[in-house]
Each structure stands twice: as C-alpha cells, then as structure tokens.
C-alpha cells in the first residue's frame, strides 16, 4: 500500500527561516530599495544574507507571498454584506483615436 506525501515545504532548500524569507521579500516589494539596500538595512539588524540571495527568493516566492495577500485581502472583503468588484473604464488617446 503506497504511503500519503506530506505537502513539501517551498522553504525546505533555504538555511534561513521562512520568517526571514517571507520579511525579506515583503520589505523589498513595500519599499522601493535596491537589493543592495535591502542587505545594508538588514546587516544593520544583524542578519546576514547577501543581495543575491535575495533576489533568488524574490524570484522564488514573490508570486507565492502576492498571490496570499490577494487571498486574504478578498476573504476579508468577502465578509461586507455588499461586496462586489468594480472596474472603472478609462480612455486614452493614441494616434489621435480614443481607445
């Protein structure tokens, strides 16, 4: 009989903890800092990760961790008695046409 696999753990692969990783990448997209900078303000603080680094785990997670703030943003607006999504319309001109 063959045996259930435990859901594996995106973080299995990284030495740091998936507290830094997840604090990393969300300061890095709420403020507008290089990489660099993002390494300075952390090594300030004590933690030790490299630039590159960093920019694997944006490139790893950073869908990852918008596509669970999406998540528990529209749970939350779920619970309004009135909820729905609006999309306003826009017009531009281009080559002298409204689209």
């Known amino acids: 009989m063959p045996r259930a696999r435990k ?5 299995r692969y ?5 507290e830094v990783i997840r604090l990393v990448v969300l ?7 290089s ?13 030790d990760i490299r630039h590159k ?12 961790f918008a596509g669970d703030i999406r ?7 779920r619970g309004f008695r009135h909820w729905r999504w ?4 826009m017009y531009v001109k281009l080559n002298g046409e409204m689209v």
């Open 86 to 89: 609006h999309l306003d319309e």
């Open 7 to 11: 859901s594996a753990s995106p973080f």
């Open 53 to 64: 680094a960093l920019r694997l785990w944006w490139n790893r997670f950073g869908q990852m």
């Open 35 to 47: 990489l660099w900078n993002v390494d300075n303000l952390l090594f300030e603080r004590g933690i």
């Open 27 to 33: 300061i890095y997209v709420r403020f507008p800092p």
């Open 14 to 18: 990284f030495n740091s903890s998936p």
């Open 71 to 77: 998540r528990q943003r529209v749970s939350r607006m």
